[in-house]
């Protein structure tokens, strides 16, 4: 299924997600980061430090979920974006892409990761209430 135009938009417009991550067991955890958007492969790419709880949990259940929201009191203007998806390592492609969005990240020590999404569902009021456009990885 191709990813619809205005998914790319909202992911590119916002810098900040709350990621929520679970230990094997599905105790949940939330934790907010910068990230930044590779719209050419539909990847989340932010950084965390390996001490983090929702690091260690990453690196034992890869399974995460993102959702990145517009702040606003107008109901017509509300927007936000619930993922699905699977979390890695990132490389040096990855890092690339993070350090271009922020580039004074270039000076610290960066423990890259990616999420690859595999459903993605935008709630965008400003096209009508409660309008909902849905992607997934396998139709």
Not at 14 to 21: I, M
Not at 62 to 87: H, P
Request: with cysteine; charged share 20%; proline share 3%.
């Amino acid at each position: 299924m191709e990813l619809d135009k205005r998914i790319i938009d909202f992911m590119a417009r916002h810098h900040v997600l709350t990621l929520a991550t679970a230990t094997t067991d599905g105790v949940p955890y939330c934790a907010a980061c910068f990230y930044a958007y590779d719209k050419r492969r539909n990847l989340i790419i932010f950084t965390s430090d390996d001490n983090t709880q929702h690091a260690q949990q990453m690196t034992t259940n890869s399974s995460v979920a993102v959702a990145i929201n517009l702040e606003t009191r107008i109901v017509g203007k509300v927007q936000g974006i619930q993922i699905c998806g699977t979390v890695r390592r990132g490389d040096e492609a990855d890092k690339s892409v993070y350090i271009k969005r922020f580039p004074y990240s270039a000076l610290a020590p960066l423990n890259i990761w990616v999420v690859e999404p595999t459903f993605m569902k935008l709630t965008d009021n400003t096209l009508g209430f409660g309008k909902k456009l849905i992607w997934n990885s396998v139709e």
